[in-house]
């Protein structure tokens, strides 16, 4: 017998054992408990029946765990030549360890009625389960992980695996877009109207009086809809004419459909073309459609081969991938945070 066997087969032991003494244990907990409330015991000041109750419920829980504990380490001794059982002896373990621990978290609601029980239950029903679950891990080779974990990746993984460096061009794509999208935006108000304003994810919250900038210069709408202009679009990027005409009513139709949900979803107006020639709801207007077919053409003509350059050019894909996780977390948080404090946008 090798040496990971025989682990397996002293944690096994071990389980049953200790399996056997939290039941023990438990039962007398019981015992203890019901004399309390049959009226025998004397010292009844020292309980609250509220309290007697939780404290039931938790040696339940303990006598759950012990029982299934006995019984896990009883299945591992009969079937400890199975290998094929080695992913049922893990799990089995795991959920011993996890009644255990739920049974610590409710005695943190109890009184002290069996507090001196504590340690005992915590190396009976954690510590020795976490031996037994990693003796039953150590059973399979490096190999044979290897090959379930592979097996075990859902559709979602194995689609993100086989395409991670094209799923972040486009996260790439989406926050630069976003950024310049920002800033065309932010230039057109300030020519139009000769001040600078806090738009899209930047804003100005006020401490005191006191104005602080924060937040990121990018605009979603542009984000999501430039990715979706360049990569879903490159197909026509030879035929201008059609290319303006589907990014005219696709993008139309996006920018309608963001407003519509911002407003219902978060109670959020993120911009109003009522006063804007041929609108409809305010929600989208025939200019901002007639911008949207021309940016269509200059991003996937222009912009496209561009961010495919810049992308491509920086060597450290690891570092450039963690700067987009965090970039993306923070405008999650942007959108969270914003109702909820004094922000001021223009």
């Not at 032991?13 to 907990?29: D, E, K, N, P, S």
């Not at 408990?33 to 020292?46: E, R």
């Not at 001794?77 to 360890?97: C, D, M, Q, R, Y």
Request: hydrophobic share 55%; with cysteine.
């Amino acid at each position: 017998m090798n040496k990971r066997l025989k682990f397996f087969k002293v944690t096994s032991t071990l389980m049953i054992i200790a399996g056997g003494l939290a039941v023990f244990a438990c039962v007398m907990a019981a015992l203890a408990v019901m004399i309390y409330l049959s009226g025998d015991f004397t010292g009844s000041d020292i309980v609250s029946s509220d309290v007697t109750v939780f404290a039931m419920i938790g040696v339940a829980i303990s006598l759950c765990s012990g029982i299934f504990q006995f019984f896990t380490g009883f299945y591992s001794k009969k079937n400890i030549n199975n290998p094929e059982k080695i992913n049922t002896f893990i799990h089995l373990g795991s959920i011993v360890a996890f009644l255990a621990i739920v049974s610590q978290i409710w005695d943190v609601f109890n009184s002290n009625l069996h507090a001196q029980l504590n340690d005992f239950v915590v190396l009976l029903g954690i510590v020795i389960p976490a031996f037994y679950i990693i003796s039953a891990i150590q059973l399979k080779s490096k190999e044979e992980i290897r090959h379930e974990r592979i097996a075990e990746l859902s559709a979602f993984e194995n689609f993100f695996v086989r395409n991670k460096e094209r799923i972040f061009e486009i996260l790439f794509t989406l926050i630069i877009c976003g950024m310049i999208g920002w800033l065309i935006e932010t230039t057109e108000v300030f020519i139009r109207y000769g001040r600078l304003t806090a738009r899209g994810m930047l804003f100005i919250s006020r401490i005191d009086g006191f104005p602080i900038v924060w937040g990121l210069p990018f605009i979603l709408m542009y984000g999501v809809g430039g990715s979706i202009l360049i990569w879903a679009f490159k197909p026509l990027a030879k035929e201008p004419i059609r290319l303006f005409l589907v990014g005219t009513f696709v993008l139309t139709l996006f920018e309608y459909a963001t407003s519509l949900f911002c407003e219902t979803a978060f109670n959020m107006k993120l911009w109003d073309y009522s006063h804007m020639f041929m609108n409809f709801q305010g929600r989208i207007c025939l200019s901002s459609s007639l911008a949207w077919g021309v940016l269509s053409v200059i991003s996937v003509k222009f912009l496209a081969p561009l961010f495919d350059k810049l992308y491509n050019k920086i060597m450290n894909k690891r570092t450039l991938h963690i700067i987009i996780i965090v970039l993306l977390v923070f405008i999650i948080v942007c959108y969270i945070l914003r109702p909820y404090l004094n922000v001021e946008q223009y």
